[in-house]
Each structure stands twice: as structure tokens, then as C-alpha cells.
């Protein structure tokens, strides 16, 4: 593949698409009962909620996401600060070391790279919590088909948005590099590009490091008010405290594993790109063989995306079983 471009950009808008196209599936169930379902007790009829759970239902939900909105708004401003000031820090080094050129081209990749990762995190996040109380909806239904759907194209979302976010990304940014940058300087272009991978890495450790810690403190704190003190069950709706655990698992295990993503794969590709520059036959073969990696992550979407659709549709979950 002498220029893979038509390939990577199309398989990166591929991914997009069918995330937008998955998370369409999701928001079509809207928290409420079917009109001809009558009012009952959910344990009389598992598939009816009762007027009083939809509102409590909706509370808790908006709860949560009010929660892990304003926690990520912290978070985020802090990330801020720190991209800012080790992007200064980063240019320095970098120009006093080599030119001033080369240290501005690597500032921007990770500039790119956190600000990728920061909306990584950020979709993962919000699809989570949208998709939370629809899967709890769709629970009500009979059989286990229309709650894990929900749940696996929720995932579906956030893995197909950050994978065809960081590679169209990536790939626009080694275009735009590569007009200043002769075929026998591709080492140092890799080089500068490199900084796309640390970016990306930066905001996983505060995605993975800040949630986590919350998380823990959310968790532990709800078990000691509740159970301790006063002898409510965990997770027992009674204890507010639930709310802010519950708001850890979204931000810590979802949007800081989203960061963490799109971080291993930001450095693993950017280092797969350093070493294929620095082989003078793999150079000699041209832009495609350098771009290979990206070649392979492009075309590993398309697979992705058939084994989505067998789980969802083809072999879908029907019985317990097949979960795992």
C-alpha cells in the first residue's frame, strides 16, 4: 500500500459513524414504561416499574450525572494547568537540546494528545452515565438480550470514538508534519510526534490516579456512614453516600480507563512509528510502509466492528450462559 491515506482516514470515520450509530440504539429507550404496560409492582410484573420508581429512577440518574459532571470539571481544570505547564516545560528541554523547531512540533503533538485524551475520557464518561438507567430499563424486559445490548453498545461507544478519534488524529497530524519534514528526516519527525503518545498518557494518570482515588474515598466513606453507623445495607437508596460511589465508578472506572485507552494506545503506536523510521529498509518503501502500524489499527476497526455486530445480533445473549 504505496498511501495508505484513503484507507486509515476512511476505516477512522467508519469507527466514528458506527459509534454515533450505536449510541442512536441507545438513547432510543427512553426511561418510561411502554404505553400498554400497566401500573404494577415490579415484583408482580418485572417488566413495569411503578410511577413512583420511574421518578426515582430519573432522580438518581440525574444525580449522578450531575456528580460526575462537576467531578470531571475539577479534574479537568487541574489537567489544565499541568498540560500548560509541562508543555512549557517540554519545549525548553526539547529546544535546548536539539532547535527550538523541533521543540515547538513536539509542544503541539502533545498538546493534541491530551486534549484527544481529555475527550476520550469525556465521552466515555457521559455514554456511561446515559446508558446506566437505560440498561436498567431495558432490565425490566423479559430475558437477558435487551439489557446486555444496551450495556455492550454503551462500551461499544466509547471504544469505537476513542480508537477512530486517535487514529484519525494521529494520522492528520503525521500529514501535517510530514509537508516540513524530507523522507530522510522521518526520524526526527517520529521523534516529535512522539509527544502525542505522552500527552495521552499525562491525562490517563490523572484519569486512572484522581478517579481511583475518589472512587476509594466515595466507596469507603459510604460503607462507614451506612453500614457502620447506622446500619443500612450497601448500596441501600437511604444512604446518599451511594450517590457519590456510584459517581466514582463512573469517573474513575469509565472515563479514567477511557484516558488510560487511548494513552497505551497513543505510545504503543507512536513507538511502533519510531522504530519502523529508524529501519532504512522499511523507509526505502515509502510513506505506507512507515504508516503501517496505523494501517493495522485501521483495519483491526473493521473486525472490531463485525465481532460487535455477532454479539449483538447474531449470537446474541439469550440465556445466561452466553454472557461469558
Known sequence: MSNPTSF??????????????????????????????EERSSLNRPEALTKKQLLDLKEVYEAISTGADAFLRAEYSICAIFIGVFALVIFALISWGQEPFYGFLTTVSFLVGALTSILSGYIGMRVAVFSNVRTTINAQKDGYKDCFNTAFRAGSVMGFSLTGLGILVLYLLLLLFSTVFAPDDWLVMMDCISGYGLGGSSIAMFGRVGGGIYTKAADVGADLVGKVINGIPEDDPRNPATIADNVGDNVGDIAGMGSDLFGSFAESTCAALVIASQIDDIRNFGWGAVCFPIVVSSAGILICLLCSFVATNIYPVLVEERIE
Open 8 to 37: 486509515i482516514i476512511t476505516c477512522s470515520l467508519i469507527s466514528l459513524g458506527f459509534a454515533l450509530f450505536q449510541f442512536l440504539i441507545i438513547a432510543s429507550t427512553k426511561i418510561e414504561n411502554s404505553p400498554d404496560v
